[in-house]
């Protein structure tokens, strides 16, 4: 995997030195709240990903860094890559709260989408992104994803009805 980089941003290749970081990331409510999976992350769970999906090639998982700081502030990755069909799912979490509301969402979105397209010949990316996370869902349609017709899923979470949207882009 390459590095990627652009005005502000380069996302590095994940390493099991960056396991601490993944763990209080992931595991942050502002995180964790966000995910499809809400249970805890633990360590041997984090190494048997880097072990079996990422050193395989069957996810390809990078940490967001700020160039200017040089400061990691999270994580994105592609997995499901399906690379007959040129498909796979993206995914991003932000894990340090004060990097929020800066736009490096966007910024590592069209990033990965620009790595998706031209360094992995994807076709289509999907994701999956809780109906709730409106800041999200304006980003994704914004950027081209649209609904997967029929594929919202509801499920009850902490007694309350939540809906999970399939998006997808077709380049």
């Known amino acids: 995997?390459?590095?990627?980089?652009?005005?502000?941003?380069?996302?590095?290749?994940?390493?099991a030195d960056d396991t601490a970081d993944i763990l209080r990331w992931r595991n942050a409510p502002h995180v964790m709240e966000h995910f499809i999976i809400r249970t805890p992350l633990t360590e041997q769970q984090h190494l048997n990903w880097?072990?079996?999906?990422?050193?395989?090639?069957?996810?390809?998982?990078?940490?967001?860094?700020?160039?200017?700081?040089?400061?990691?502030?999270?994580?994105?990755?592609?997995?499901?890559i399906d690379r007959e069909k040129k498909t796979?799912?993206?995914?991003?979490?932000?894990g340090e709260p004060d990097a929020l509301?800066?736009?490096?969402?966007p910024e590592v979105l069209d990033l990965a989408?620009?790595?998706?397209?031209?360094?992995?010949?994807l076709k289509t990316v999907t994701l999956r992104v809780i109906a709730d996370n409106e800041v999200a869902c304006k980003?994704?349609?914004g950027r081209g994803f649209k609904l997967i017709p029929e594929s919202t899923q509801t499920r009850?979470?902490?007694?309350?009805?939540?809906?999970?949207?399939?998006?997808?882009?077709?380049?």
């Open 113 to 121: 989408l620009r790595h998706a397209r031209e360094k992995m010949g």
């Open 50 to 80: 880097l072990k079996e999906q990422v050193g395989k090639g069957y996810v390809e998982q990078f940490i967001i860094v700020v160039r200017e700081s040089g400061r990691a502030i999270g994580s994105q990755y592609f997995h499901h």
């Open 88 to 94: 796979a799912e993206f995914g991003i979490f932000i």
């Open 156 to 171: 009850e979470y902490n007694g309350r009805e939540e809906k999970i949207y399939h998006m997808e882009l077709v380049f």
């Open 101 to 105: 509301g800066k736009g490096y969402g």
């Open 139 to 141: 980003l994704y349609s």
């Open 1 to 15: 995997m390459d590095r990627l980089e652009s005005e502000r941003i380069l996302l590095r290749p994940i390493t």
